[in-house]
């Protein structure tokens, strides 16, 4: 079993992250500034950055979600558990990573 404390300390920084992600999904989905004046030069460029730009978003938009469930897990007492198989994710785990969703046998 978690501590309450160690799920409140959880929690603190699921919102922080979870506050974080949002403002960098927000920057990413702001419209391009120079996309009114495309140089021939920068087209394969702009393409590449816009590429690395969409994948970094999916990443983002995935740990939100991944927050949201850590959050929700915590409001109905059913933090740390992995969803695979039910056994208790390791607390250091959830350290790293507070929205981790299974254990180490079933996440790797
Ligand atoms: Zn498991």
Redesign the pocket.
């Known amino acids: 079993m978690l501590s309450k404390d160690f799920i409140q300390k959880m929690k603190t920084k699921l919102e922080e992250e979870r506050r974080a992600v949002a403002e960098k999904i927000l920057k990413l989905k702001k419209p391009e500034v120079d996309e009114d004046n495309p140089d021939l030069d920068d087209l394969g460029h702009d393409a590449a950055d816009d590429i690395l730009e969409d994948s970094l978003l999916s990443v983002h938009e995935e740990i939100l979600e991944k927050i949201d469930n850590a959050l929700a897990r915590i409001a109905d007492g059913t933090y740390g558990v992995?969803?695979?198989?039910?056994?208790q994710?390791g607390e250091e785990d959830l350290a790293k990573e507070p929205w981790a969703e299974?254990?180490r046998?079933?996440?790797k």
């Not at 992995?82 to 056994?87: A, D, P, R, T």
Request: hydrophobic fraction near 25%; include cysteine.
């Open positions: 992995c969803l695979k198989c039910g056994k994710v299974h254990c046998v079933c996440g």
